[in-house]
C-alpha cells in the first residue's frame, strides 16, 4: 500500500510517501516535498492547490492519505 502522510503548516503542506505496511515500510524520495498555498483566502488559489494535490496523487500512486491535525494557536485573553 502507498500512503502519503501530510503536515500542514502555515501555508503549505508537506509531504511524505511510504510504501508497504505496519510492520515494513520504505520511504519513497519524492519531489516537491511541500506545495504552497499562495493565498488561503481566496478561493481560487485553495481550489488550485487541490488541482495540485489530486495530481500528485494520481501520478504516484497514492491509495491512502494521512494528515496530521494542525496545530491551533493559544489565544490568551486578559481583562483588567
Known sequence: MIVCGIEMAASEA???????NKSSFNHINIDPRKL???????ADEIQAFRDT???????NKIETVAIKKRGKKDVVCFKK
Do not use: A, H, Q, W
Not at 508537506?14 to 508497504?20: A, N, Q, T, Y
Not at 494535490?53 to 501520478?59: A, D, G, S, V
Open 14 to 20: 508537506r509531504l511524505v510517501i511510504l510504501d508497504g
Open 36 to 42: 504552497k498555498i499562495s493565498d488561503d483566502e481566496n
Open 53 to 59: 494535490l489530486y495530481t500528485f496523487f494520481r501520478e
